[in-house]
């Protein structure tokens, strides 16, 4: 399994930049895990978008799923230009029932529903889905590869079964949008502290720090992190291959 860091910002992208997103891939399927602002345009790094078999949404903020409208654009004139007929799942909650029908568009793409506490198969991905502590309803995702995990706790604020679910994974992915100091004022939202803290109760082998804030000094979330975790810790790297085998 490989893994691309595609965006790192929380709420907006900074220039030339992107939101929290990753492409993954394994066995020549392409997963893309969340599609906010900037991500379609930082896709195409690495794969053209006929290329994409499957994309999943963790919730439905705006720095989650601000490119869905492109994407679906790009499927229709990819269509028009070559008699593209592949229609591209895209799985997500559908608490928000308004938002989960405009998923399905024409035959370009098509809505498939992600409940909490379930498991999919989604190409070679073992998909596992937890309930996160977030204002939008939002699903934390597990994928599992021929014995190789990996969990994206997407936007969440601290909780027990969080620790329970990324239990002894190969690599957890996390939310820091918050220093140390802010703990408790914005809800929603981790520190690097407390991703630090979850990856040391879950006895993950290496923790990435993702949907980052827009300001302070980003090594002091990784700093803050090592407090509790004795582990790797980095800063998510757009770009960057991350790799899983056995």
Partial sequence: MKIIPLGIWGGYPKANSATSSFLIED?????????????????QNYISIDELDA??????????VADIGPLQYSKLIQSQLNNDVKTLPIYA???????????????HTKGKVLEENKE???????????KTTHPAYCLAIKLTVEGQSVVF?????????LGSFSSMVD??????????SFEGQIPGHMSGRQAGLLAKEAKVKKLILTHLPHFGELNQLVAEAKQ???????IAKVGKSYFLSN
């Fill in 27 to 43: 066995k020549g399927f392409h997963l893309l895990l969340d599609c906010g602002s900037g991500v379609l345009s930082s896709l």
């Fill in 55 to 64: 994309v999943i949404l963790t919730h439905f903020h705006h720095d989650h």
């Fill in 171 to 180: 690599l957890l992915i996390s939310e820091s949008n918050l220093y140390k």
């Fill in 228 to 234: 509790n975790y004795k582990g790797e810790v980095e």
């Fill in 120 to 130: 999919y198969a989604i190409g070679p991905f073992v998909i596992h889905t937890i």
């Fill in 153 to 161: 706790t997407a936007d969440t604020e601290w909780f027990v079964e």
């Fill in 93 to 107: 909650p559908n608490h928000e029932k308004d938002f989960f029908q405009k998923l399905t568009f024409n035959k």
